[in-house]
C-alpha cells in the first residue's frame, strides 16, 4: 500500500497500538505471581538489581542458567524506568510482556505489508494481539512475547528479502538485530520459524541467492556484536556451565524427553490451537484454503515457510506446552486474513466448521473461567458467571454477523468476536483466578508473614514465588531442616506441613491450605514461631 493510504493505516496503527496496551494491562497487578517460570524470571530479575551483577543469573544461591539474559535485562530496564529496582511487586515486570505484546501489531504491520497488504498486515496484528494465547503471555513476566517480537521483525526483513523489495540496509538491519535480540533472550529458538521460512523458501526455488539481499556478511557481524559479548562473559564467570545448563540440560531434556511432565503426543498442539488460538479460529478454513490455493505465489510461500515446518518440529518433540506454537502465529494469521479478503466471505461449510471451532473454544475457556472458584474457591462466583456471559453473547453475535460478511462489512463482526475474547481474558485475570483461593497459597502465606522482620522458612512448599514475595533470603528447606534451622534461629518464623493426617489438626494455629498448582498435590502448611512453637496469630492481621 502506498499514497495517502499510509497515513491513514499509520493513525490505525497507533490506535490499535495503544488499544491493546490497555487491554493487556488490565490484570497484571491483580493476578498472583505465577509458579514456577514467571516467579523465576522475575525472582533472577530482582537479584540482579540487588547484587548490581547484571552478567551472571542467579536463583537465590543456584545459578541460573536455562535462558540467556536477554529478558533479565527488559526487565531490569522497566523497573528502572517506574523507579523501583528490585521491586517484589509482579506487575512492574509484566510490562516487559504488555509492551512486547503491544508492539508486536505495529510490528506485524510492518512485516506483513510486503505478503498481504498493509491494511490487512495491521488486521493481522490485531488479530494476533487478541488470541487467547498471546492475551495470557502479555501478562505473564516470561521471555515469550517479547520473543515473539523479535521473530516478527525477523520475519519481516526476511519476507522483504524473498520478495525483492529490499532498499538500502534497513531491512537487513531490523533481520540481524532482531536475530540477535531474539538470541540474546531465548538462544536458538528464533531460528525455528526464520530458518524454515528460508528453507521453504530456497527449496520452492530451488537456489538460496535471494538470502543475498540481507547482506549475510556484515549483517551476521553486526549480530554478533549484540550476542557475543555476553556469551563470551557468562562462559567466562559460570566455567562453562551456561552451556552445560542451557544447551546440555534444558534444551537437550525438552527435545529429547517430556520436561516436567508437560508431554503430548503429535497433534496435540492443533487441538489445542482451538484455545490458543480462540476466538480467530473461526476463521481456520480459509486460511487453510488460502494456503492451499494460493501455495504456489511467492508471499505464501514465505508464510508456509514461517508457519509449516517449525510447527511439525514441535509436534514431534515430546515436551509440549501451549505457548510453545505462538511463534508460528503472525504467518496463521497473516493467512487467516489473505483468506478473508481474498477466498472470502466465510459461509457455507467454512462458516460451519469454523463456528464450530469457535463454540468449542469457546464452551472450554468458559467453562474454566465458571469451574475455577467452584472447585478452588467459595463456589459459584457471579463475575464469573457474568463475565464468561458477556464474552460468549458478545462472540457469539460476531459470529453470527460474520457469516457471509464481505470486506466492507467486517468492522463489526470482527469487534465483536474481539471483544468477547477480551471479555473472556479479562474475566480469568481479574475474577476467577483471585477467587480460586485454594490455588493462592504463595499470596496467603506472604500476606500472613509479610511485615515480619525476621527470617522466614518454608518447608515442603518450594515454589519460587515464596522468595519472590517475601525475599531473596527465604529459606525454602526439607522439613528436617527447617525445624533444625528454626530451633537456632531467635526471630525466625517458620511454615511447616501437617504432620499426620487428623483433619482436627487445623483447628488451632496459623494455617495456610490448598492445592500447589504446579504439581497437583495438597498443601497444608503451619506457622511456627522460634524455637518450634505453633504461632495462634499471624504476624500480619
Known sequence: MSGPAWPRVAALGLLAFLCILVVSSVGIGRMTVIDRDEARFAQASRQMAETGDYIDIRLQDEPRYQKPVGIYWLHNAATHALGVPGSNEIWHYRTVSVLAAALSVLALAWAGAPLVGAGPALLAGVLLASTMVLQIEARIAKTDAALLLTIILAMGGLARAALGQVRGWAAPAVFWAALGAGVLIKGPLILGPVLGAALWVSVARR????LGALRPWPGALGAAAIIL??????????????????????????????????DGPPGAYLLGLLVTGWPWVVLLPLAAAAAWKLRAQPEVQVLLGGLLPFWLVLEAVPTKLPHYTMPTYPALMLLAVLGLLRLG?????????????????????????VALPVIYGAGLHAG??????????????????????????????LLALGGGAVAMVWTLVVAAIPASRDLLIS?????????????????????????????TETALLDPEAARAALAETPGALAWLPMEGSAPQ????????????YSNGREVALQLHLHPGIPAETPPCP
Not at 466465510?346 to 475457556?365: D, E
Not at 454477523?401 to 464481505?406: D, E, I, M, P, T
Request: charged share 10%; proline share 5%; hydrophobic share 50%.
Open 443 to 471: 499470596e496467603r502465606i506472604a500476606a500472613a508473614t509479610r511485615c515480619h522482620d525476621g527470617p522466614v522458612i518454608v518447608a515442603g512448599y518450594g515454589e519460587p514465588s515464596i522468595p519472590f514475595l517475601l525475599g
Open 229 to 262: 559479548p555476553w556469551y563470551v562473559a557468562i562462559t567466562v564467570i559460570s566455567g562453562g556451565a551456561f552451556w552445560s545448563m542451557s544447551l546440555g540440560g534444558d534444551f537437550a531434556s525438552k527435545i529429547a524427553s517430556a520436561q516436567e511432565s508437560h
Open 345 to 369: 466471505p466465510l459461509r457455507g461449510w467454512s462458516w460451519a466448521i469454523g463456528g464450530l471451532f469457535w463454540l468449542i473454544g469457546a464452551g472450554g475457556l468458559a467453562a474454566v473461567v
Open 505 to 516: 489438626a487445623l483447628a488451632d494455629g496459623v494455617w495456610v491450605t490448598g492445592t500447589n
Open 207 to 210: 537456489e538460496f541467492r535471494w
Open 384 to 413: 464469573t458467571v457474568l463475565g464468561a456471559a458477556v464474552a460468549l453473547g458478545a462472540g457469539g453475535f460476531g459470529l453470527w454477523r460474520l457469516r457471509g460478511a464481505g470486506p466492507e462489512r467486517l468492522h463489526l463482526p
